[in-house]
């Protein structure tokens, strides 16, 4: 079945640009989605990105996505220690419009 | 691992009934959990966390008296529609974390349809 994987952790420094990467085997997949986690909260929207476009900007946050090695990446801008969360990279299957779901990347900021 | 069951999968009914639908934390005490709800070819919206002990917090634009949750245990909460109506008809999602807060385990989903 559909697969969505993530690495587990990242760490960089305030400041930095963090990019968080994940792959899936689902090629027929339209949306493509980051959620965030911080501590204590649930799942909150981050961004996402049709199949049909190749990058999405919005503010600090930056999406690629390369359909051929189907690999999604979330580029953070200047990241603060707001930024701390576990990202989540998830993929609507088309045949039946649920979520698959990656294991999720911890973000961890060093001053 | 740690595993949530989420129950019923499916569940088709009439205009007017309530329906229960029951998250339940199989090997692990769960401090937290969280009620999303999928609208087709849509992503995950958080509709509210609820604290084991106390009242659910609910996200802006879900309606309290409409989706009754209640988390009575450490290792169970109900989500409730109250008169489903065909608008209600969703994929509904439970997931549930321990005190540690991570990580975030999620139950395979009900179906609602409402006819």
């Known amino acids: 079945g559909e697969d969505v994987e993530q690495s587990l952790f990242l760490s960089v420094r305030e400041g930095d640009s963090s990019v968080i990467n994940c792959t899936y085997t689902d090629s027929s997949s339209t949306y493509l989605y980051w959620y965030k986690q911080e501590p204590g909260a649930g799942l909150q929207l981050l961004t996402y990105i049709f199949s049909n476009m190749d990058m999405k900007q919005d503010q600090r946050l930056t999406v690629l996505l390369n359909k051929k090695d189907k690999h999604l990446s979330l580029r953070i801008a200047d990241t603060q220690t707001g930024d701390s969360a576990i990202y989540f990279c998830?993929?609507?299957?088309?045949?039946?419009?649920?979520?698959?779901w990656g294991a999720g990347t911890k973000l961890i900021i060093k001053p | 691992g740690a595993v949530v069951s989420q129950h019923p999968s499916r569940v088709i009914c009439k205009s007017g009934t309530s329906v229960k639908i029951e998250c339940r934390s199989l090997?692990?005490?769960?401090?937290?959990m969280f009620w999303y709800r999928q609208f087709p070819k849509q992503s995950l919206m958080l509709m509210a966390t609820s604290n084991e002990g106390s009242k659910a917090t609910y996200e802006q634009g879900v309606e309290k008296d409409k989706f009754l949750i209640n988390h009575a245990s450490l290792t169970l909460s109900t989500l409730t529609v109250t008169s489903a109506h065909p608008e209600d008809s969703s994929f509904y999602i439970c997931?549930?974390?321990?005190?540690?807060?991570?990580?975030?385990?999620f139950g395979d989903g009900t179906r609602l349809s409402i006819l």
């Open positions: 998830a993929v609507l299957m088309d045949s039946n419009y649920q979520l698959i």
């Open positions: 090997d692990f005490q769960a401090t937290t």
């Open positions: 997931s549930a974390m321990d005190s540690s807060n991570q990580p975030q385990h």
